[in-house]
């Protein structure tokens, strides 16, 4: 009996391999099936889609083979396949949905998948999985990152996110590959984004290879549905704070896909702005058109998509705010009869913000940016499995930035208008089952700002992983990192209107960062997983606001530096019908500028998420989550001392109303807050009338009412909260 398995291996070694490549899709409205797994059979190695559902399998010797495809929630698809010597062979596979929601009893095992994937610090996430855990007031894709280590949230007021260590600004959020400058609502209590234009999610959180660049701590990658390409439907959702509409269907021989949301009621807001009523009104709109055969096994999308925020307080004495984003791309993806991969884009993203004082003591601020860019992506597959990617992004950006200074006269500080140009290449050496190694480089050709250009240099980036037994693998990462676009932000603001985008001055060098990471990843089973990591990142430099500015000739921004280190710990438990993750971040942050280091506002040194969600049957399903992070640093008010008010030097009748208060602080950031803790329950249910299809959702945040603190009011000390006891409900 081993004599015939070793007969075989010799036999089909002897001849020239061959490849299988294939689409995974969904059988009832043709959406890609993204990391989905596929495996042949008899010789017990595979492969994992891309966020586009394709696959690809090399060095296959010829012959007769079975290949099984699999995805949680479908049900598996097993389909032959004849591998010629030299040649590719294309099969496609359309799953059908599990329509009991169970997990699939034969699916391909992710370390046969995966078993060299050099994937250190990226995280794969399915929206639809979002909508199973509790939601505050509704499914929010940013908030959701919390449960991700090393993600801190910026706290329940707030859906912006730190990322081991860093600011909220080196975050680069991409929508379908385009940049979003402020893809917030409500005062940064939102997402602007939709979950239910998206499709899938890839969220690197450092160490990312040479393919990504424009950002210091991490990438986001929102990849939107593509529509039904065989069926039209709508739906319609309301929640206690909007409603939403989408409508998809078949167009032209390709698909198309609407969605829009729109706020209505802003009751629900006083929860969060400590019982203050927020004149807040936003809306979204989204447009998908997906051809899927063009040049026979290319596609193109077309897409546009539009945010807009108005804050209009009715009232001439206190300020207004309005924000809004304007996106439009073109994508070209093409399969060529090798195993050549091709992808051109075309992309305009602008951002407008104004603060609007009228009569109130607010300062104006005005800023717009605008980005066009050119993205060429080259992948080829050899037969020994290696892979060659090479690309190259052109990238022009302007940016306007109007304030006025304590004299109130206006200061135009926008930044130089310029183009970027920057290459990249990178070899992954997978031949090895057991070694991966990805090794790249990143060139920078030219520089937004015309004093960097100085700056060009080389951004080298390696990441590898060893599979040391089949169930345990070890990953490291290291790399160089840039970014241009910078914020004008005070750390110290509790919440940002929005955030002033310009390119970086030329009086100071280009952001930059380095990143050492490393891993174990444990396998245990097919239900049981575990990682422990570790991390470092140097900030060389980033800009920080001149806090010693004096004289109006002193500059704004001064350089800063920084570093942050960590541990990192998941588990993850899913045997059917239940899912459990346990996470663990132990942080440090640290951040130089203006002459003094301290912990900047972000640093939070222990962090602890747990989810737990059970599928109950008949459509029934229910979750919960707690969250745990300890107190993060302020700066304290020692106490307060009356000074004269010499805005009016022309009066000469000095009374003591020209005494004002004069807050005196103490160290800063020496001082934490109480710790943040707090459980939230969901319990959905899907029901299917024939006719129609409901989804009924109800949440309650906050389940033991803890009264986590925001922040203390500067004027009084008063302690202000953040969210209480909170049910919540959603019905689509």
């Not at 490849?19 to 409205?29: E, W």
């Amino acid at each position: 009996t081993l004599f015939l398995p070793i007969l075989f291996y010799s036999i089909v070694y002897s001849q020239s391999p061959g490849s299988i490549r294939g689409f995974v899709k969904d059988s009832t409205s043709g959406e890609p099936l993204a990391f989905s797994n596929a495996l042949i059979k008899e010789l017990n190695w595979g492969a994992s889609a891309d966020n586009k559902g394709i696959f690809i399998i090399t060095a296959v010797p010829p012959g007769n083979y079975t290949i099984l495809v699999s995805y949680v929630g479908y049900e598996p698809q097993e389909l032959k396949a004849k591998v010629e010597a030299n040649k590719l062979t294309q099969i496609d596979f359309y799953l059908k949905p599990n329509s009991i929601e169970m997990q699939t009893v034969e699916k391909v095992d992710e370390r046969v998948a995966e078993s060299n994937a050099t994937d250190l610090g990226i995280e794969k996430i399915i929206v639809k999985d979002l909508e199973k855990l509790p939601q505050g007031v509704e499914t929010d894709i940013f908030r959701s990152l919390q449960y991700v280590p090393g993600v801190k949230s910026a706290g329940d007021v707030s859906a912006r996110f730190y990322v081991r260590g860093s600011p909220s600004n080196q975050n680069l959020i991409l929508l379908n590959d385009i940049p979003v400058y402020h893809p917030f609502h409500a005062l940064g209590m939102f997402s602007a984004v939709d979950p239910e234009m998206i499709n899938n999610i890839e969220f690197y959180k450092g160490g990312y290879t040479a393919d990504y660049s424009g950002a210091l701590a991490s990438i986001m990658k929102l990849n939107t549905k593509n529509g039904s390409i065989n069926n039209f439907s709508g739906k319609a959702q309301a929640s206690l704070l909007t409603g939403k509409v989408s409508l998809e269907g078949p167009l032209l021989g390709g698909s198309f896909l609407i969605t829009g949301r729109k706020s209505y009621n802003t009751e629900i807001l006083k929860k969060f702005t400590n019982d203050k009523n927020v004149p807040i009104d936003f809306y979204e709109m989204s447009v998908n058109i997906f051809f899927p055969e063009v040049f026979k096994t290319g596609n193109v999308k077309l897409f546009w998509f539009t945010s807009s925020d108005d804050l209009d307080n009715n009232n001439i004495n206190e300020a207004d705010f309005k924000w809004s984003n304007k996106l439009v791309g073109l994508k070209w993806f093409q399969l060529s009869d090798s195993p050549l991969f091709f992808e051109v884009s075309a992309y305009f993203s602008r951002f407008d913000g104004e603060v609007i004082p009228n009569l109130s003591s607010t300062k104006p601020k005005k800023n717009s940016l605008s980005d066009f860019g050119i993205d060429m992506n080259f992948r080829y597959v050899y037969d020994s499995k290696n892979e060659l990617h090479i690309g190259l992004k052109i990238q022009e950006i302007s940016s306007e930035l109007i304030l006025e200074n304590a004299s109130s006269t206006p200061k135009d500080i926008s930044g130089p208008k310029g183009a970027n140009i920057d290459v990249f290449g990178k070899y992954k050496i997978l031949s090895n089952e057991n070694i991966g190694i990805d090794l790249g480089t990143r060139l920078n050709l030219t520089r937004l700002a015309a004093g960097n250009s100085g700056d060009n240099f080389f951004e080298p980036r390696i990441s590898s992983t060893i599979r040391l037994l089949p169930e345990l693998a070890f990953k490291a990462a290291w790399g160089i990192y840039s970014q241009e676009l910078v914020t004008l932000s005070d750390e110290d603001e509790l919440i940002n209107i929005f955030e002033p985008w310009f390119v970086t001055p030329s009086y100071l060098p280009t952001s930059k960062a380095i990143h050492y990471g490393a891993c174990l990843e444990i396998q245990f089973s097919d239900e049981l997983k575990s990682e422990v990591g570790g991390y470092y990142k140097t900030l060389l430099s980033f800009p920080a606001l001149n806090d010693n500015k004096i004289l109006p000739t002193d500059p704004e921004l001064v350089e800063a530096k920084g570093k942050s280190y960590g541990l990192e710990y998941q588990l993850t438990y899913s045997p059917f019908p239940f899912r459990t993750n346990l996470s663990y971040s132990l942080t440090w942050a640290e951040k130089s500028a203006n002459g003094i280091t301290y912990s900047p506002r972000y640093d939070s040194r222990h962090s602890v998420n747990f989810s737990f969600e059970y599928n109950i049957g008949n459509g029934w399903y229910s979750s919960l989550t707690w969250n745990y992070y300890s107190g993060l640093p302020f700066t304290q008010i020692s106490g307060y001392r009356d000074e004269w008010d010499i805005r009016n030097l022309e009066r000469t009748d000095i009374i003591y109303n020209d005494l004002f208060p004069y807050t005196i602080y103490g160290k800063r950031n020496a001082v934490r807050l109480p710790d943040y803790h707090r459980l939230d329950i969901n319990l959905s249910k899907n029901i299917d009338l024939n006719f129609m299809k409901l989804y009924l959702s109800v949440s309650v945040i906050n389940v033991y009412d803890r009264k986590n603190i925001f922040y203390y009011e500067k004027e009084t000390g008063k302690r202000v909260n953040m969210l209480p006891f909170l049910p919540t409900a959603s019905v689509r």
